[in-house]
């Protein structure tokens, strides 16, 4: 059972250019999250999200940024005209409808963007 | 509202030592606590986790932390390091009944493991 996929795993931008990243979920998880790591700094959600719903986007700046995960395919986070700032780590999460295992996430590599 | 405080942004010890990481909690509901490991350049691994049955919790590795309510901590411990423990290690809390996805992480501890 191959793990949470990320691709790709490193991204050069230059300011202004968009940045699309991509999520693959385990075999069989419904629930996505992502979450950015700045450099010496935890990580911070971004959103959570469920096939075609977006349930939390409180971590999400509010602009440049969206997320979705459709029926078919991976979930997709996207910033528009990113600027040096975005540079960063972000991690992509899944977890099981099941609530046997509450709040279990279970972390992708990472994206790692780069901005210049 | 919940939060993570994690004290000392870089421990060391020498290998064969006790591994002590803090982690104190803040949290208006009943917690779920993590630890998790980050190695350089990758994601993170799940260590353990606390989900309210037993308050001693032992993960992978040889690590294990107590889930102590009147101190609000959940401090990671392993009575003896390995040269391969060297890693950032972060502590993460949500709460039942809150927004399911929003794991808060603190800032994380650097371990470094000396010979």
């Known amino acids: 059972n191959a793990g949470v996929m990320q691709n790709p795993r490193h991204l050069v931008r230059r300011r202004g250019q968009e940045a699309r990243l991509r999520c693959s979920p385990m075999?069989?998880?419904?629930?996505v999250y992502w979450y950015r790591q700045l450099p010496e700094e935890g990580l911070k959600f971004m959103v959570y999200?469920?096939?075609?719903?977006?349930?939390?986007e409180s971590g999400m700046p509010k602009e440049r940024f969206s997320a979705e995960f459709p029926k078919e395919g991976p979930s997709i986070l996207r910033i528009q005209q990113v600027v040096r700032g975005d540079s960063a780590a972000y991690f992509c999460?899944?977890?099981?409808?099941?609530?046997?295992?509450?709040?279990?996430?279970?972390f992708g590599p990472g994206t790692r963007l780069t901005v210049t | 509202a919940q939060s993570v405080t994690q004290l000392g942004s870089h421990v060391s010890v020498s290998e064969g030592a006790l591994v002590l990481l803090r982690c104190n909690y803040s949290?208006?509901?009943?917690?779920?606590l993590f630890w998790y490991v980050q190695y350089p350049n990758q994601g993170l691994q799940l260590l353990l986790k606390?989900?309210?049955?037993?308050?001693l919790v032992k993960g992978i590795n040889g690590f294990e932390a107590e889930f102590k309510k009147s101190e609000t901590s959940f401090h990671l411990t392993k009575p003896s390091a390995h040269m391969s423990d060297a890693a950032e290690y972060f502590c993460a809390v949500t709460g039942y009944g809150g927004s399911q996805g929003n794991l808060i992480f603190g800032k994380g501890t650097k371990l470094s493991v000396k010979p």
């Open positions: 075999k069989g998880h419904s629930h």
């Open positions: 606390y989900t309210s049955a037993a308050t």
């Open positions: 999460a899944s977890s099981p409808e099941s609530r046997q295992d509450p709040y279990e996430q279970y």
């Open positions: 999200l469920q096939k075609e719903n977006i349930i939390d």
């Open positions: 949290s208006s509901v009943p917690p779920y």
